[in-house]
């Protein structure tokens, strides 16, 4: 399908109505189970069809699982997480900002999982540049920008290049956000080597094809090129990609599976690798 048409497809995903009750049959219906208003509620209400956002409810396991990554404390990175859920940008001004797009999108999305945590490694790691593969609505690209923002007005600046062939993907970024961003309407495969050409990444996150061929290419190209203490982030850890990455690569590696808060959808599986941090 062509990538104005998935655009449109999206935008009317409040009135896919037979999509949205298969997804929730097929997925089973979790907490909402014996629940059959909460169900009809989404069916007939909700504009997410394929790419869900809920609250977490194991934010503290998150905490724990990227503490030993990131070299910091379970509390501190706990802070983080919270810091994210409790911004005035990720929340009020976003819902501002929404405004008639409440149409295609919920009025105050909330962060999940691979949000928090990319939020909670720009934070800890202030990387003078990170990537992502995937924009869509942006809210990612929102999150990780704020973070940026937040370590620069701490002395601590950085940049954000994004990858993306769907036009219009981005859309809730604002302006105010949008100087340290360098949003790029290619494919990674394309992009991101003469971008890496003559620099070098601290994080990269694959939020683009699910397809475990693709995502090595892309974290192969982040890896060939990442600084040491880099970390490499992939929202599709239920593949061995990763994984086998860093036993060939020997970089501490990490996985978590998300448990939203009252939502039918399992959640997501993320997975982390770092590289050797250089020694002090």
């Known amino acids: 399908m062509p990538e104005r048409a998935r655009l449109a497809l999206r935008r009317l995903g409040r009135l896919r109505w037979i999509t949205k009750a298969r997804n929730v049959r097929r997925s089973g219906t979790g907490p909402w189970r014996g629940r059959p208003v909460r169900i009809a509620t989404f ?10 956002s809920y609250p977490l409810d194991n934010q503290d396991e998150l905490a724990e699982c990227l503490a030993p990554l990131l ?33 295609f999108h919920k009025r105050r999305p909330p962060l999940a999982g691979h949000h928090l945590s990319a939020y909670a490694i720009v934070r ?7 990537v992502e593969s995937g924009i869509l609505d942006g809210l990612g690209s929102r999150t990780m920008l704020r973070a940026l923002q937040r370590n620069a007005e701490g002395g601590r600046p950085g940049e954000l290049w994004s990858f993306d062939v769907m036009p219009g993907a981005g859309e ?35 939020d683009s094809l699910p397809d475990p061929k693709h995502q090595r290419r ?11 203490g880099a970390v490499v982030m992939t929202t599709h850890g239920w593949s061995d990609v990763l994984r086998e990455l860093a036993r060939e690569r ?14 039918f959808y399992g959640g997501r599986h993320l997975a982390w690798a770092r590289v050797a941090p250089e020694p002090h």
């Not at 990175?77 to 009020?92: F, H, P, W």
């Open 71 to 103: 070299g910091r404390p379970a509390d501190e990175v706990l802070e983080l997480l919270r810091e994210a859920v409790e911004d005035v940008e990720l929340g009020r001004l976003l819902t501002r900002d929404i405004g008639w797009r409440v149409l």
């Open 218 to 228: 892309e974290l192969v190209m982040a890896l060939d090129r990442a600084r040491p």
């Open 250 to 263: 020997d970089l501490t590696y990490a996985e978590f599976r998300e448990r939203p808060r009252d939502h």
């Open 172 to 206: 809730l970024v604002p302006d105010r956000l949008a100087t340290r961003w360098s949003p790029v309407d290619e494919p990674t495969e394309q992009g991101l080597p003469a971008l890496l050409a003559e620099r070098s990444l601290d994080f990269f996150i694959h």
């Open 124 to 130: 800890a790691l202030a990387p003078e540049l990170a």
């Open 43 to 52: 069916v007939l209400l909700d504009p997410e069809v394929d790419t869900y």
